[in-house]
T-cell receptor
């Protein structure tokens, strides 16, 4: 069974540009979560999508946005990139409801570097 | 109130020894407490999780101990092996929000 896949693996952007990160969940999983793992800050919750709807977002500015498609894949968009956005962006999936018990399946992440 | 405090930041243990990582929380509304293991270049992987109405849960060499009154929980890795060398994160689930609050992580090195 394929795990959570994320693309691109690495992305380099300059300040002010936009970045789009993509995530394919495990087959059968309907919930997708995005986390930011910045150096020294641990994992920070960004967004939760379930059945195509945004269910919750973390304490991040509106320039962080995303969506979930009918096939449950998801993308994360970061507009007006700032140096502090440099981080590993992790996508996770879970069967519906199971994520509420903390059972998430993470991908390997997309490393975003902002210059 | 939303924080989960994890200690130590790093840990070195000899092969065969016991690794102990501790976490503390403030928000009594948290309803699940998972532990994740992360190897370099990989995403975190769920190790074991516990509910606050359970005092201990064991899976193989990994045991979570939970002290609800002290608002603390810990991960014990028995018979630690070099292959256990990784970063470990405790977390707490905020009910019905889909949000996990993670500790800062503990880098474990098991020496052969």
């Amino acid at each position: 069974e394929a795990g959570v896949t994320q693309s691109p693996t690495h992305l380099i952007k300059t300040r002010g540009q936009q970045a789009t990160l993509r995530c394919s969940p495990i087959s059968g999983h309907t919930s997708v979560y995005w986390y930011q793992q910045a150096l020294g800050l641990g994992l920070q919750f960004l967004l939760w999508y379930d059945e195509g709807e945004e269910r919750n977002r973390g304490n991040f500015p509106p320039r962080f946005s995303g969506r979930q498609f009918p096939n449950y894949s998801s993308e994360l968009n970061v507009n007006a990139l700032d140096l502090e956005d440099s981080a590993l962006y992790l996508c996770a999936s879970s069967p519906r409801g199971r994520g509420l018990t903390g059972e998430l399946f993470f991908g390997e992440g997309s490393r975003l570097t902002v210059l | 109130q939303q924080q989960v405090k994890q200690s130590p930041q790093s840990l070195i243990v000899q092969k065969g020894g016991i690794s102990i990582i501790n976490c503390a929380y403030e928000n009594t509304a948290f309803d699940y407490f998972p532990w994740y293991q992360q190897f370099p270049g990989k995403g975190p992987a769920l190790l074991i999780a516990i509910r606050p109405d359970v005092s201990e849960k064991k899976e193989g060499r990994f045991t979570i101990s939970f002290n609800k009154s002290a608002k603390q929980f810990s991960l014990h890795i028995m018979d630690s092996q070099p292959g256990d060398s990784a970063t470990y994160f405790c977390a707490a689930s905020h009910p019905n929000t889909g949000k996990l609050i993670f500790g800062q992580g503990t880098t474990l090195q098991v020496k052969p």
